[in-house]
């Protein structure tokens, strides 16, 4: 019983879903709306579950005093710092807007920012180590610093001609292989939306 | 019907409904060919061509267990109930097979996730396999967390993970945008395995880039037919070899029809 109630009830609501999404009468729609509303407030009371797990975790680390518990400490911090914020002068006020605008929004902004220079170093190590086949890793560098100059504001002299091969790269060999990739990528999620509908999947219960 | 009216097809109704129906008969169907074949007097194991980074997660599995590290499986920063749940359930899946593994080992493994749900599913799935193997006392709930809830946040988060640790692969399966690239590189910074894959391209071939071993398109999704033979994952990964040959001879059908001019006023 306690594997065939959690079965049901995950198969009938993906059931009672997937008809509302696809034919477009009330009798299917409604409900399926209902469902989607408890869904979205489930998420939020476990997005609390896992706030208070985060915690946990990182108060474990800081108990644990390692290299990194400094981060950790300043995350129960800045938790407690934000979320007093919030409560006391409320999460529209100008204080909690302002850590959003010159604090967290900035921070991840920088962060954001790194992405640029982990990638260059991703491409050096991609031409560094030996992948099969061995062709794939210098195509797919050459590949990226093509369109990044044809992508450039600026016209670099001697490089004009780059401009049209980046067009042709974009719109007929990536435009293709994208397609391909995202139709097998499409055939997966349809595959693993079924198979948790046809409960030979339970990502839930025991 | 003339092309025209058919590239007018919306998939949201009726015909879409019809093709969903037609790929569950389908996975149905090899489903039961594959349970036979598991259950018959010669059991012959699911011939597929080969992906790398199953190929090379038993061993990463083993080196984990044999130095006394943990693995590092980060589910991405999508949510479930939303578009990236099918990417998340396919990282879980990819969670129960390693944590089965290795649960042998003093250090079990770590799982991050971006969204409440997810870390909540990963938690499951690490309790369930203790539990089926009589390990509960070894099941810490803290194994799986929630690494941020943004996905630059999570992406900071889960970066830590791999040194704090003290992890021996990072297994980067979920659903994941261009931060998959900041996870990717502090495993990178460690010299550990990196296994990554993500439904979405442009997470592909940030991947691609940073990864050993990446997984390209529905790579992701075929863990369970790869690693466990699970009868379902076999069924379902032949149905999509057969759903992709029929969109192909349709393209191709259309193309020509186009090409000839048929249907066009």
């Known amino acids: 019983m306690k594997r065939i109630i959690p079965t049901a009830i995950a198969v009938a609501v993906g059931i009672v879903t997937l008809l509302g999404y ?141 401009g049209g091969i980046h067009n042709w790269i974009v719109q007929v060999p990536a435009a293709a292989g994208a397609r391909g990739i995202l139709l097998g990528v499409a055939l997966g999620v349809i595959a693993t939306g079924l198979r948790v509908l046809l409960a030979a999947d339970r990502p839930y219960g025991d | 019907m003339s092309t025209d009216a058919l590239w007018r097809i919306s998939t949201d109704g009726p015909l879409g409904l019809a093709v969903v129906l037609l790929f569950a008969a389908l996975m149905a169907g090899f489903a039961l060919f594959a349970r036979r074949a598991r259950k018959g007097t010669t059991p012959r194991p699911p011939a597929f061509r080969p992906i790398e980074a199953y190929s090379r997660l038993p061993r990463a599995i083993g080196e984990a267990v044999e130095t006394g590290r943990r693995l590092h499986i980060s589910l991405g920063s999508g949510s479930v109930g939303a578009s990236d749940t099918a990417s998340i359930l396919a990282g879980l899946t990819i969670v129960e097979i390693v944590a089965q593994a290795a649960s042998a080992s003093d250090k079990p493994p770590v799982v991050t996730a971006g969204d409440g749900t997810a870390s909540i599913l990963a938690q499951d799935a690490l309790r369930r396999v203790y539990t089926r193997q009589n390990l509960i006392e070894r099941y810490d709930p803290n194994a799986g967390r929630l690494a941020g809830a943004t996905p630059l946040s999570f992406a900071a988060g889960a970066m830590m993970t791999v040194p704090d640790e003290t992890t ?81 001879v349709a393209i191709v059908v259309l193309a020509i029809a186009r090409a000839l001019g048929l249907g066009t006023p």
């Not at chain 2, 979920?174 to 996870?183: K, V």
């Not at chain 2, 071939?205 to 863990?223: I, K, M, N, S, T």
């Not at chain 2, 699970?230 to 032949?238: E, I, L, M, T």
């Open chain 1, 22 to 162: 696809f034919i477009d009468r009330g009798e299917f729609k409604v409900p399926q709306l209902v469902l989607l509303n408890w869904a979205t407030t489930l998420a939020a009371v476990a997005l609390l579950v896992g706030i208070v797990n985060l915690l946990r975790v990182h108060a474990a680390k800081v108990g644990a005093s390692n290299v990194n518990s400094f981060y950790s400490l300043l995350l129960l911090l800045t938790f407690f710092g934000v979320v007093g914020v919030g409560f006391w002068l409320g999460p529209a006020g100008a204080p909690a807007r302002w850590v959003f605008r010159y604090l967290i929004a900035p921070t991840e902004a920088a962060v954001g920012a790194l992405l640029f220079f982990f990638l260059v170093f991703a491409g050096y190590r991609l031409l560094r180590v030996p992948r099969s086949p061995w062709w794939a890793a210098p195509v797919f560098v050459v590949v990226a610093l093509i369109v990044l100059i044809g992508l450039a504001p600026l016209t670099i002299p001697g490089t004009e001609a780059l």
């Open chain 2, 168 to 248: 021996a692969a990072n297994l980067v399966t979920g659903s994941f945008g261009t931060e998959i690239a900041l996870i990717t590189e502090a495993g990178a910074r460690a010299g550990i395995t990196q296994i990554a894959g993500a439904g979405d391209p442009t997470a592909q071939a940030l991947a691609y880039a940073g990864a050993d071993h990446p997984l390209v398109g529905e790579e992701l999704y075929v863990a369970g037919a790869y690693l466990r033979s699970f009868p379902a994952h076999v069924g379902s990964v032949r149905a999509q070899d057969a759903m992709r040959v029929l969109i192909v």
